[in-house]
């Protein structure tokens, strides 16, 4: 249990109500990552999901909140839940944030991390959930407003940009917010680490609540093939689930079309629905090779 024993936490019904990710989830999905936060706000490191330092499995985690694997799957696949490349850990980065947040000003005051009395005058107030938009609002991002229009073409893909945003989210949170020539920097040096690995960063360094951006120390070949192991490991259990769907798309299909008179739109949905499975299989069928 956390060392100081808090009654609630934060929820953001805005935030619930108008993230992308997680209404691309399903409405089983939705409902267990209510009892998730609740295990995560409760666990011995609020947020993470782990007892004694061991971090809770996928089939563990699916047991306890009375649900099928593929659900907890859906939410890790969907980045509504997160996993830590080095260890497999699952956590809500938004708990961890907020509690980081809290900590540091139990401890400096309510300035958020300056010495009382030296407030940031431009800082009004505490953030709320409207200075923390979700972590899909890709068009908030403050690499527009600043005058970086493009990614690198190696970042620019949906999930750098949803972790560049927890990133952005995160500076602003410690009172550091990225200036223009801070994100060019940032962005040059991670386009040299690479796609991945750029990520793990970012995620990495949010975790140790840096204002840089650093790589996790004693980073080697060993804690590469761990990490490869656990996103494999992760991709084929997805890859598993997806087929199961699949399947069960194929079979309500065929039935459909099967009877005198098919309902055409049900159809139609279900041809859009077994042609994303069939995507989502290949591109995961790809990153097992």
């Known amino acids: 249990m956390p060392s100081q024993k808090r009654p609630s936490f934060q929820f ?6 108008k993230d992308p990710a997680l209404r691309r ?9 209510i009892d998730i936060l609740c295990l995560a706000f409760e666990s011995e490191r609020r947020g993470v999901l782990a007892t004694n330092g061991r971090p809770w499995t996928i089939g563990e985690l699916a047991n306890i909140c009375h649900v099928k694997r593929k659900t907890i799957v859906e939410l890790l696949e969907n980045l509504v839940l997160h996993t830590a490349s080095r260890t497999g850990v699952m956590f809500s980065a938004r708990m961890v944030r907020d ?9 400096f005051g309510r ?5 009382k009395g030296k407030q940031d005058p431009k800082q009004k107030g ?7 938009s979700s972590p899909s609002g890709i068009s908030s991002l403050s690499t527009k407003k600043k005058g970086v229009s493009v990614f690198p073409s190696a970042l620019n893909t949906n999930e750098f940009k949803r972790t560049w945003l927890e990133w952005e989210q995160h500076r602003q949170e410690i ?7 801070t994100i ?5 040096k991670l386009e040299k680490l690479g ?5 793990e960063v970012i995620r990495h360094s949010i975790e140790q609540g840096w204002t840089g951006l650093f790589e996790p120390r004693g980073s080697n070949q060993a804690g590469t093939d761990q990490c490869d192991a656990t996103r494999r490991r992760n991709n084929l259990q997805a890859l598993n689930c997806r087929r199961e769907d699949l399947a069960h798309a194929l079979l309500v299909l065929a039935e459909e079309r099967e009877k005198p008179d098919p309902n055409r739109n049900l159809v139609a949905r279900s041809d859009a629905h077994v042609a994303d499975l069939q995507e989502r299989i290949t591109s995961l069928e790809k990153e097992l090779e």
Request: a positive charge.
């Open 111 to 115: 300035s958020g991390g300056q010495a």
């Open 12 to 17: 953001y019904p805005g935030d619930w109500l």
């Open 99 to 107: 509690e980081r947040l809290r900590r540091r000003r139990v401890r």
């Open 126 to 132: 505490t953030p709320s959930s409207s200075s923390s």
């Open 184 to 188: 060019k920097a940032q962005l040059t």
């Open 195 to 199: 796609h991945d690995k750029a990520i």
């Open 175 to 181: 009172r550091h917010e990225l200036k223009a020539s």
């Open 25 to 33: 989830v399903s409405a089983a999905a939705r409902g267990a990552l």
